[in-house]
């Protein structure tokens, strides 16, 4: 159940490779360099494997590249050319993902820059990268965008780089599980959690349509222009920068509910994830159902059905009954490779009229939950309604009137300090034209605002904590869909 899952690709250090709080406190950096050696060591052994790994595939680029120049010169045709322009660009690629590795490595890896949460935590996801990368039983084609990816995000905030990796480290995982069914579980379970999160998060800053604006947007017979129904998503670049932070803030609230990683993180308000975190706990695990994960699966098997059925409906291919039973064969034997002997299930041949009938996501998801040893199983089975996520939705909605998530964009205690006193004086401000209700309001808010930028102090003051990406940066590649 949530138990097999929660350790689907992270486990904890062993007692002797963890490096306790106080230890870490206690010492000084020749001190930890020294003590800690075995785990620093680490660090730099599997980065260099990741790293090999870059440069043997950007040596079979360039091998390729010069072999369709060559190619070119004895056959200048219109094909060879666009081979030539493919390796060139595959070549362009490689040697962009072993620039942004060698950079991060020479300039974010060095021992006096690895903080506590690295050592421990950060390494764990490294060595499963780096035993993937080296794995000659997964195809190099599905690890290369794995390390892709997660090269894009090395250029950010060192929490977005802890996500970013630890992303990478669970899609290397599921690509090594023997079973295909539960890994493509997993991550379709980890898909519906951010899914929800984000919904979550986006809801407690939305606003609601008003009466004007439904009747001039939406249009009788349609659904709101906005992606959250009734409400409307703020238009706050702060909030896009600050959006992905807050996802994992609620994925913190949640680790124990749903064996998530906690994952500490400075940019983030604490009230948000206490408060916000709780209605969190209170609607989001009734949403990730055993039916509801399935159902996501099926929909992704169904659709590469479609595909192999398009695939197979022209030509002659299915032009007799026995090369539709071949065409039969061949696509549920690509399916059982892909998602595993379970999904050929949605194929069925018909021998009364000598068909391919394919079934719908909803009857395979039925058919895969109902089996209790087929998939790991979550708290619930049922289906989720639409209501259902309606009505978490508007309780995030509520969110915005019971804490402050007051952005904090700089990495310095200075601007902190000033844009928490601004901040915390326009409440002052507003407090002299309240009534007394809403004055105890407001004092509560300035209470909360200035224990959470306490807390932010703080932990700027830790080792390491003024390496922050900008707020333009992480605005940017906010937008890009990526952590910042």
């Given at each position: 159940?949530?138990?097999q899952?929660?350790?689907?690709f992270?486990?904890?250090?062993t007692?002797?490779?963890?490096?306790?709080?106080?230890?870490?406190?206690?010492?000084?950096?020749?001190?930890?360099?020294?003590?800690?050696?075995?785990?620093y060591?680490?660090?730099?052994?599997?980065?260099?494997?990741?790293?090999?790994?870059?440069?043997?595939?950007?040596?079979e680029?360039?091998?390729?590249?010069?072999?369709a120049?060559?190619?070119?010169?004895?056959?200048p045709?219109?094909e060879?050319?666009c081979?030539?322009e493919?390796?060139?660009?595959?070549?362009?690629?490689?040697?962009?993902?072993?620039?942004?590795?060698t950079?991060?490595?020479?300039?974010k890896?060095?021992?006096g820059?690895?903080?506590?949460?690295?050592?421990?935590?950060?390494?764990?996801?490294?060595?499963?990268?780096?035993k993937?990368?080296?794995?000659?039983?997964?195809?190099?084609?599905?690890?290369?965008?794995?390390?892709?990816?997660?090269?894009?995000?090395?250029?950010?905030?060192?929490?977005?780089?802890?996500?970013?990796?630890?992303?990478?480290?669970?899609?290397?995982?599921?690509?090594s599980?023997?079973?295909?069914?539960?890994?493509?579980?997993?991550?379709?379970?980890?898909?519906?959690?951010?899914?929800?999160?984000?919904?979550?998060?986006?809801a407690?800053?939305?606003?609601?349509?008003?009466?004007?604006?439904?009747?001039k947007?939406?249009?009788?017979?349609?659904?709101?222009?906005?992606?959250?129904?009734d409400?409307?998503e703020s238009?706050?670049?702060t909030?896009k920068s600050?959006?992905?932070?807050?996802?994992?803030?609620?994925r913190?609230?949640?680790?124990?509910?749903?064996?998530?990683?906690?994952?500490?993180?400075?940019?983030?308000?604490?009230?948000?994830?206490?408060?916000v975190g709780?209605?969190?706990?209170?609607?989001?695990?009734?949403?990730?159902?055993?039916?509801?994960?399935?159902?996501?699966?099926?929909?992704?098997?169904?659709?590469?059905?479609?595909?192999?059925?398009?695939?197979?409906?022209s030509?002659?291919?299915?032009?007799?009954p026995?090369?539709?039973?071949?065409?039969?064969?061949?696509?549920?034997?690509?399916?059982?490779?892909?998602?595993?002997?379970e999904?050929k299930?949605?194929?069925?041949?018909?021998?009364?009229?000598n068909?391919?009938?394919?079934?719908?996501a909803?009857?395979?998801?039925?058919?895969?939950?109902?089996?209790?040893t087929?998939l790991?199983?979550?708290?619930?089975?049922?289906?989720?309604?639409?209501?259902?996520?309606?009505?978490?939705?508007?309780?995030?909605?509520?969110a915005?009137?019971?804490?402050?998530s007051?952005?904090?964009?700089?990495?310095?205690?200075?601007?902190?300090?000033?844009?928490?006193?601004?901040f915390l004086?326009?409440?002052?401000?507003?407090?002299?034209?309240?009534?007394?209700d809403?004055k105890?309001?407001?004092?509560?808010?300035?209470?909360?605002?200035?224990?959470?930028?306490?807390?932010?102090?703080?932990?700027?003051?830790?080792?390491?904590?003024?390496?922050a990406a900008s707020?333009?940066?992480?605005?940017q590649?906010?937008?890009?869909?990526r952590?910042?």
């Open positions: 159940g949530v138990d899952l929660s350790a689907h992270s486990p904890e250090p007692h002797d490779q963890a490096i306790s709080e106080s230890d870490w406190k206690n010492l000084n950096l020749a001190q930890r360099l020294n003590r800690f050696k075995g785990q060591q680490e660090v730099a052994d599997h980065w260099q494997t990741i790293l090999r790994f870059a440069e043997k595939h950007l040596a680029a360039g091998r390729a590249h010069e072999e120049r060559q190619n070119v010169a004895i056959h045709g219109e060879s050319k081979k030539l493919a390796a060139s660009k595959l070549k362009e690629s490689r040697k962009e993902l072993v620039k942004r590795l950079r991060y490595v020479g300039e890896t060095a021992e820059m690895l903080d506590l949460f690295y050592l421990n935590q950060t390494r764990q996801h490294l060595a499963e990268i780096a993937t990368v080296e794995n000659q039983n997964i195809p190099d084609a599905e690890k290369m965008p794995l390390l892709e990816e997660m090269s894009f995000g090395l250029d950010v905030c060192k929490e977005g780089v802890a996500m970013n990796i630890m992303e990478c480290a669970s899609q290397c995982h599921l690509k599980l023997p079973n295909k069914l539960h890994a493509a579980y997993q991550q379709a379970r980890e898909e519906l959690i951010n899914t929800y999160l984000l919904m979550a998060v986006r407690s800053h939305a606003e609601e349509w008003s009466p004007e604006e439904n009747a947007d939406i249009g009788p017979g349609k659904a709101p222009a906005g992606s959250l129904g409400y409307k238009a706050s670049k909030f600050l959006e992905i932070h807050e996802v994992q803030s609620l913190n609230a949640l680790s124990k509910e749903l064996g998530l990683d906690y994952l500490a993180d400075r940019h983030i308000s604490m009230n948000y994830q206490e408060v709780q209605i969190a706990r209170d609607k989001i695990p009734q949403l990730i159902t055993t039916h509801n994960v399935a159902k996501l699966v099926a929909e992704k098997v169904v659709q590469r059905a479609k595909q192999l059925l398009e695939e197979n409906s030509g002659e291919k299915l032009a007799s026995d090369k539709i039973l071949d065409a039969y064969g061949a696509m549920s034997s690509t399916l059982m490779e892909e998602f595993g002997p999904a299930a949605v194929f069925e041949y018909d021998t009364t009229i068909s391919i009938v394919l079934l719908n909803d009857d395979l998801a039925e058919a895969w939950s109902a089996s209790p087929l790991p199983q979550e708290k619930s089975t049922i289906k989720v309604e639409q209501q259902h996520v309606r009505q978490m939705v508007t309780a995030f909605f509520q915005d009137r019971l804490v402050i007051s952005p904090r964009p700089s990495n310095t205690r200075a601007y902190l300090a000033s844009g928490g006193d601004h004086g326009s409440i002052h401000a507003s407090i002299h034209q309240q009534n007394d809403e105890k309001k407001a004092l509560r808010r300035m209470q909360l605002a200035q224990d959470s930028l306490a807390r932010a102090n703080q932990h700027l003051s830790e080792p390491g904590a003024n390496d707020t333009a940066q992480n605005a590649l906010a937008q890009n869909g952590v910042t």
